[in-house]
């Protein structure tokens, strides 16, 4: 991948590299699962590391950080006379309306959607797919000529839905609210999220790596589903805050990004001594105008306007508002006392070259007996969760593994001591729903044994996703153990059993 940001020292840059690396040691524990850590200040990026076999310049998911996106493409629509903030949600969708719709319904404008205040009692998250292997049963009637057409209306389900209360009062955090901005965009322009934003500011920031998921119409579902790489995440933050300028040209009117970064609402939670602050699909951080965008399990970016800084982070934890907690409060400290210092710069670079997922730990398959026992045997699994209805290992010098899922197979190399890269058999398009995916195609394995069981670990390479697997081997049979680093719903861990194919 070619670099668009100038690399520096921290020094250079006015950043004290001691307590640089004292923060970066502190977010890189085990606990935080990075995949990718970068600081930019003054517009040089002044440290960044990638976690093998998670690769620099590789798109990675970003869940929620997409909101921020979606908010842009709302401005740009909103400054070029599309839309307005105060339109009403129901002005836009009139094929859609229950009739009539309810009264807080029809008092919702766009700007309660940009700051999470629609007024539900509690988030729509019935997001509903199509299931095309659904048995329709209407016999004895005739089969000729027909055609199933699995019925959804994510927008249709949303305007449908009743509003208890009066719209910009209470803040939910609701990415129906999201996706219908970026449905109310495609109304209004004739064009998808992605296409929209492909001219105002992915080609002027030379993004060329964005991809959205879509829901079952063809709208991008606005609230999730955005993946780019760490360096165009980074053009996005540095885009924030410069408010909406880039490269001398005014992208975005610099009145909206102060909107959209200062506080719309202010959200009360039971427990916490200060209310906390939302704006237009951001996060933001009380007294130092800190904002922030934030996905689920460790996607972020992080503005720093005092320091003129930013940060970028992608990972897989369950801890990560913890780490996001640390950086904001620490690397402020660091700006601003940016003498020279080699030792620690020297420090950082080892640290930013040891990065690393660790990849399983125990025998290699030569030191194994049961090794070769059962190498080269194929294995037919009944149906499990995580649609795998084949398996295979080659036991070696390298170690193999064939996965078939239906009739697709993929065979891949597996890494002892490190991760070695592969395609896994699913074939993924920007419809299917990540959310509940529990394999994707793009897969770096690691494997060794275990006290007579054999361990490998799939890091899913565009995702936050990894995948520990327990394979315990039988004369005519195997039992295989499925966990996973994060997910949204833990699935029951029941174990995938299968028998020896003659």
């Known amino acids: 991948m070619r670099e668009y940001f100038e690399r520096c020292a921290p020094g250079q840059a006015g950043v004290d590299a001691g307590r640089l690396l004292e923060l970066c040691r502190e977010l890189q524990k085990p606990q935080y699962g990075l995949h990718a850590l970068m600081f930019l200040r003054q517009g040089k990026v002044i440290y960044e590391s990638y976690f093998a076999p998670y690769e620099k310049g590789e798109r990675h998911s970003l869940f929620s950080v997409s909101k921020s996106f979606t908010a842009i493409a709302v401005l740009f629509a909103v400054q070029e006379g599309l839309l307005g903030l105060e339109d009403r949600v129901v002005s836009f969708f009139p094929d859609k309306l229950p009739s009539p719709p309810c009264p807080n319904m029809a008092a919702m404008t766009v700007r309660h959607l940009m700051m999470m205040a629609p007024g539900f009692f509690a988030a729509p998250h019935d997001f509903k797919y199509p299931h095309l292997d659904d048995v329709v049963n209407d016999f004895p009637y005739s089969y000729e000529n027909f055609a199933y057409q699995p019925q959804t ?10 509003v208890e209360h009066a719209p910009g009062e209470r ?28 001219p105002r500011l992915f080609e002027p920031l030379k993004i060329a790596d964005a991809a959205w998921q879509k829901c ?67 996060w933001v951080e009380g007294e130092q105008g800190i904002y922030s965008g934030v996905g689920a399990f460790g996607q972020a970016y992080v503005v720093f306007p005092e320091q003129q800084a930013v940060a970028v982070l992608l990972g ?3 801890q990560y508002l913890r780490a996001l907690q640390i950086l904001r409060k620490k690397f402020p400290r660091a700006v601003g006392q940016g003498d020279a210092d080699a030792a620690a710069e020297r420090e950082l670079a080892q640290l930013a070259g040891e990065a690393r997922i660790a990849p399983t730990e125990g025998k290699p398959s030569w030191q194994e007996p049961l090794a070769a026992r059962y190498s080269g045997r194929e294995y037919a699994l009944a149906p499990n969760y995580l649609g795998l209805t084949g398996i295979r290992f080659w036991f070696g010098e390298r170690d193999e593994v064939e996965i078939q899922m239906g009739r697709r197979s993929s065979r ?38 275990q006290e007579g069981k054999y361990h490998l670990r799939i890091a899913y390479t565009e ?27 833990q699935s029951a861990n029941l174990p995938i059993l299968g028998y020896q194919k003659q």
């Not at 995702?463 to 719903?489: L, M, T």
């Open 463 to 489: 995702q936050c996703y990894i995948s520990d697997f327990e394979i315990e081997f039988a004369p005519h049979g195997i039992r295989i153990s499925c966990g996973r680093n994060v997910g949204f719903v």
């Open 412 to 449: 891949l190399a597996i890494g002892y001591g490190a991760f070695l890269r592969g395609k896994m058999p699913i074939r993924e398009n920007e419809f299917m729903d990540v959310h509940n995916q529990l394999v994707f195609s793009a897969a770096a394995c690691s494997g060794a044994w």
């Open 316 to 318: 897989g934890s369950m």
């Open 171 to 198: 803040f939910l955090y609701c990415s129906a609210c999201t996706y219908m901005l970026s449905a109310i965009l495609q109304r209004v322009s004739g064009q998808n999220l992605l296409e929209f934003l492909r």
């Open 153 to 162: 209306d994510w927008a249709g389900d949303f305007l449908h839905k009743y």
């Open 216 to 282: 079952p119409e063809g709208v991008c579902t606005g609230g999730w589903g955005l993946s780019l790489c760490a360096e165009s995440l980074a053009k996005f933050a540095q885009f924030m805050l410069d408010e909406g300028r880039w490269q001398g040209r005014q992208l975005l009117g610099a009145w909206y990004i102060r909107q959209m970064s200062q506080c719309q609402i202010l959200i009360h939670t039971p427990g916490r001594k200060q209310p906390e602050q939302f704006g237009y699909q951001v």
